[in-house]
């Protein structure tokens, strides 16, 4: 500082605070310093129109440091002597320094950009889907090369796929027109959850009516009627289950989880509305092109021929290699007298594990998790952690008019001088500030009040007036002292002997102080630190109608650290408002960060009201669909539960924390659970006749195939891909996430649901 001749004061007249502008040092070792913090602030208001200007400011601002970062800074000779390791002989000199920068359109602008760096991959993951959903939907049979594309559904596949596109756009165009607003996880999610609900029902219906013989003199219309007759109330009590479930979730109070419930919810019952007519017409279509032996896709072209091609009448009607792997090894296999209680054992100890490692979940998100991994937000981030010794500002604002201007009010607000309470406001964040690993206050706050008594105090010499002429004769005109003003007729602002103000002279010179600039011979003004600070009633140049007292966090490194420094400021405002105590009045904290971690506050209860409520409607549905039958509506529900509560131990084990997309997430696996379960338990109870076992085991046979390649194997082909993005946030609670919805659900559907009815269906 020295070496440079630069000033100590800042260029508004006042010290900065050596904790909150340096970095790196220990101690009080100042000089020591590796780090520099610049500040620039910015105004902000209400109407985002009004913001446009400072948002084009910003970006040219990220772009100016960007460019200084890329490019090597060089320094005079001259200046040599002020870096270390600089060789005097050269005529310039480099230097290593760095710039690690943010603004407020910062995340916003990396969250965009991340999202738009993973667009292929994602589109590769639904095309995968969409490819095997197609080839796998018909029998596929080389033994008769002459009938493989007459056996083909790839035109009925596509047509399915395009049903869950336009299912998923009537669900955004419809809440679109009644104003909600989409957010990033309806794009990202919705198709995928749709696409894995729906096309479990077109493997069903599909693979119902390729099984299915023809009766005599039954035509093709008949018999599509009748195979959907069989295998509707199934479909139907899913989709129902499941929008009702996502329904639910509408009732969050996290926008994030509100909003995709409802594109969720109506996106199902779409989609369930056009299966269930405009497929079903395309079936019964398909199967006419089938008897005729036309080609599919080339449905113009006569292949085989009606007499070539006789398989949907029985006569050539074979099962798939999936059919018959479970039909002779592992339907056996599973259900035989010593795997079953294994099953069973094992199963229920990995649940009770699971509700322990529940209990541990870690909550919020990464700072970094959600950018993408060469943002210039990481090392932001990093040297915040690495170097600060104060965490972000944090505003208690008292809200209301409040009569600062009286003495007996004020009190409870100062901590300077005797007439103030030992429980106001400033000497409470004074007290919190002392124990700062506890409250997470780093610092007394900055308190416009305190310094605004110590500026009228006579013993500061900061505020003095003296009279001018008055323009009549009755008039009584003064004018302010400036604190390097000698002159004699400069008195001092309060009465004689006076050490607070009365309420006429609070308010008469409250402006002054906002106007008066800090300096060496009174550092007292308020123009710098305090112009924003107070708010007054329009039309009023006395009453406040709201304030503020700034003060800092400790360093949060994490989301445990940002979530706990909300709750006590809050729990410190909660404190502060029962002593102030005065109608309509209201304090309360504000910080940047609160606006991404207020919702962690809720997001346990929210989750078990959420997911109460949608165990509720699950239960009732299944009842009513199932007959007023009360075991199977409590099989379904404990199943889905145990798939929930496992998905969250496997969170526990592989990192995931509980946020609001693993809470979006969660509400997709009790969708994805339904699924798994429902066509299991609703076909066991559809047979009559035969043990339990003998049931269970025409169960696996007969659903278990559509059920293990219409959900688990689409779904694994498109998860396995984005373990290939570069976010880490598709990662995480995308790629990760979803591998443990399908991989669990698919366990508890075709291993543990069928051991279990095996013994108490």
């Known amino acids: 500082v020295d070496q440079l001749e630069l000033p100590c004061l800042g260029a508004y007249g006042g010290p900065a605070i050596p904790n909150v502008v340096l970095g790196g040092y220990n101690g009080v070792a100042y000089l020591n310093s590796t780090a520099l913090v610049l500040t620039y602030l ?16 910003e970006a040219e601002f990220l772009k100016t440091v960007e ?53 292929v991959v994602i589109g590769l993951s639904y095309t995968l889907m969409f490819v095997y959903v197609a080839i796998s939907l018909g029998k596929v049979s080389f033994s008769h090369p002459a009938i493989l594309m007459v056996d083909s559904k790839i035109s009925l596949a596509l047509a399915g796929v395009i049903m869950v596109l336009l299912a998923v756009a009537a669900s955004i165009g419809t809440l679109a027109l009644l104003g909600v607003r989409a957010t990033l996880i309806v794009f990202e999610v919705v198709p995928f959850l749709v696409l894995a609900v729906g096309v479990d029902n077109l493997f069903l219906m599909v693979q119902a009516l390729q099984r299915d013989i023809r009766l005599d ?29 996502f329904f639910c979730g509408a009732l969050s109070d996290i926008p994030a989880v509100r909003s995709f ?23 019964s279509l398909d199967a006419r092109r089938k008897v005729s032996g036309r080609m599919d896709i080339l449905c113009c072209i006569p292949g085989v021929g009606k ?64 950018l993408p991994q060469d943002s210039y937000l990481v090392p932001y981030f990093g040297n915040l952690s690495r170097y600060l010794k104060v965490g972000a500002p944090v505003y208690f604002v008292v809200d209301g008019e409040y009569p600062y201007d009286e003495s ?43 310094n605004y008594y110590q500026w009228l105090s006579p013993a500061t ?56 600039n800090p300096s060496a011979a009174c550092p007292l003004g308020g123009h710098a630190a305090y112009n924003s600070a107070l708010s007054f009633v329009p039309g009023s140049d006395a009453t406040v109608k709201a304030s503020y007292f700034m003060t800092y966090h400790t360093p949060a490194n994490d989301s445990t650290g940002f979530i706990n420094a909300l709750k006590q400021a809050q729990l410190l405002a909660d404190s502060i408002n029962a002593d102030i105590n005065y109608p309509g009045v209201k304090v309360f904290p504000y910080s940047v960060f609160y606006v991404f971690y207020g919702q962690y506050l809720t997001i346990v209860r929210s ?155």
């Not at 419930?261 to 079936?283: D, E, I, K, P, R």
């Not at 056996?332 to 594990?353: G, N, T, Y």
């Not at 003064?478 to 308010?507: I, Q, R, V, Y």
Request: hydrophobic share 45%; aromatic share 10%.
């Open 261 to 283: 419930s409802l594109y969720a919810g109506l996106a199902v019952l779409f989609n369930y509305c056009l299966q269930m007519t405009a497929f079903v017409a395309l079936l």
């Open 408 to 450: 007996s009010f004020g009190s409870r607000i100062c901590a300077a001088g005797g007439n103030c309470s030992q429980n106001s406001l400033v000497q409470q964040i004074i007290k919190a500030s002392h124990q700062p690993e506890i409250s997470t206050i780093a610092q007394p706050p900055m308190a416009w009040l305190d």
């Open 67 to 119: 460019t200084f970062n890329r490019t090597v800074q060089f320094f005079s000779k001259e200046q040599c002597h002020l870096f270390p390791n600089c060789d005097k002989g050269t005529s310039m000199v480099t230097t290593d320094l760095r710039i690690a920068y943010s603004a407020q359109r910062s995340i916003p602008d990396e969250v965009s950009r991340e999202s738009m760096s993973d667009v």
């Open 461 to 516: 010499g900061c505020c003095r007036i003296k009279p001018v002429p008055a323009l009549a004769e009755d008039d009584e005109a003064s004018e302010f002292c400036s604190p390097t003003d000698k002159s004699p007729n400069c008195t001092d602002c309060l009465s004689d002997g006076a050490t607070l103000p009365t309420k006429e002279e609070f308010d008469v010179y409250l402006h002054e102080f906002l106007r008066s």
């Open 217 to 245: 003199n039954e035509d093709i219309p008949a018999q599509v009627g009748r195979v959907l007759a069989s295998v509707a109330p199934s479909l139907t009590l899913s989709a129902l289950a499941e929008s009702v479930a």
């Open 307 to 370: 007499k070539g091609y006789r398989s949907l009448d029985g006569e050539n009607q074979s099962y798939g290699v999936l059919h018959k792997v479970i039909l002779n090894f592992y339907a056996p296999a599973l259900l035989s007298k010593f795997v079953r209680p294994v099953v069973i054992c094992v199963f229920a100890a990995i649940f009770c594990m699971s509700i322990v490692a529940t209990t541990r979940l870690d909550i919020g998100l990464g700072q970094t998790t959600a």
């Open 607 to 761: 989750a078990a009201i959420n997911l109460t409520l949608a165990t509720i409607s699950l239960f009732a549905i299944s009842f009513i669909m199932l007959s007023m039958r009360l075991r199977p509506a409590l099989f379904i529900l404990a199943t889905v539960w145990m798939i929930i509560v496992d998905v969250m131990g496997v969170m526990y084990i592989w990192g995931i924390k509980f946020n609001a997309i693993s809470l979006v997430n969660l509400v997709v696996a009790m969708g994805i659970a339904v699924e798994f379960c429902v066509h299991i338990v609703n076909t066991f109870n559809s047979f009559k006749t035969g043990s339990r076992l003998e049931r269970a085991s025409e169960t696996l046979i007969t659903t278990g195939s559509s059920v293990f390649s219409g959900i688990t194997l689409t779904k694994f082909g498109g998860v396995v891909v984005l373990a290939f993005t570069k976010s880490k946030l598709f990662q995480v609670y995308y790629f990760r996430m979803y591998m443990a919805i399908v991989s669990v659900g698919a366990a508890h559907g075709l291993i543990f649901l069928p051991a279990l009815l095996s013994y108490i269906g």
């Open 42 to 57: 910015i105004n902000n208001h209400v109407n985002e129109e009004d913001n446009r200007a400072a948002e084009v400011w």
